[in-house]
């Protein structure tokens, strides 16, 4: 099936590189739609409401990606290998993230002793100390790459289930391919809810 991401208005730099495909085609994805995206909030990139799965057979190659967490170290997507990963991208200018920020935390809490790891990448904040106030203030424990000027969007896969709005999440599947994508913010039920199929999987 094929798939557009229907994004709101934006700053012209924000659209630049988060512009990476307007329309997918995926064989085997399945999509459900959702409107919990705050409309009075234009500070943000809206998603479409989709959240879509891929099933395993139908899913592409593994995503790479490094760059620098908040705390200046190296950090890679590979070290990860072997677990399901949750990826979310998120901005401290962003208020559905910051409505999501401590559900993810508390998910993270109750699913890392079962083989789940979680990263963040925290997109458009030209200033670190900013970005750093908003893990404190939600209780972050996971690690997020900073990626300022949004080239680490830029990364993924031309045509893949790539994040498309602020806020994105993607879930991982143990060999790093993007099993799941929700373009709007996810409630800790939601992601708990998302994540169980995929940790299901034997490999």
Request: aromatic share 6%; proline share 5%.
């Amino acid at each position: 099936m094929s798939e557009r991401a229907g994004l709101r208005p934006s700053p012209r730099t924000l659209v630049a590189a988060l512009a990476v495909a307007s329309a997918l085609a995926l064989a085997g994805c399945s999509s459900t739609g959702s409107s919990s995206s705050d409309s009075s909030n234009t500070s943000f990139v809206k998603g479409d409401g989709e959240v879509t799965t891929v099933a395993a057979a139908h899913r592409g190659s593994a995503i790479s990606l490094s760059g620098k967490d908040l705390n200046g170290q190296q950090l890679a997507l590979s070290s990860f290998r072997g677990k399901v990963v949750v990826i979310n991208v998120w901005g401290s200018w962003c208020g559905p993230c910051r409505a999501e920020a401590s559900g993810f935390e508390q998910v993270y809490q109750a699913q890392q002793g079962k083989g789940v790891a979680f990263l963040g990448i925290d997109t458009r904040d030209l200033q670190e100390p900013e970005a750093q106030a908003f893990v404190s203030s939600h209780g972050l424990t996971y690690p997020s790459l900073y990626d300022p000027d949004g080239s680490l969007l830029l990364h993924f896969p031309a045509g893949s289930l790539d994040p498309q709005a602020i806020p994105s999440t993607l879930i991982l599947d143990r060999q790093g391919r993007i099993a799941v994508r929700a373009l709007e913010p996810l409630e800790g039920s939601q992601l708990t809810q998302l994540l169980a199929p995929v940790l299901a999987e034997k490999s």
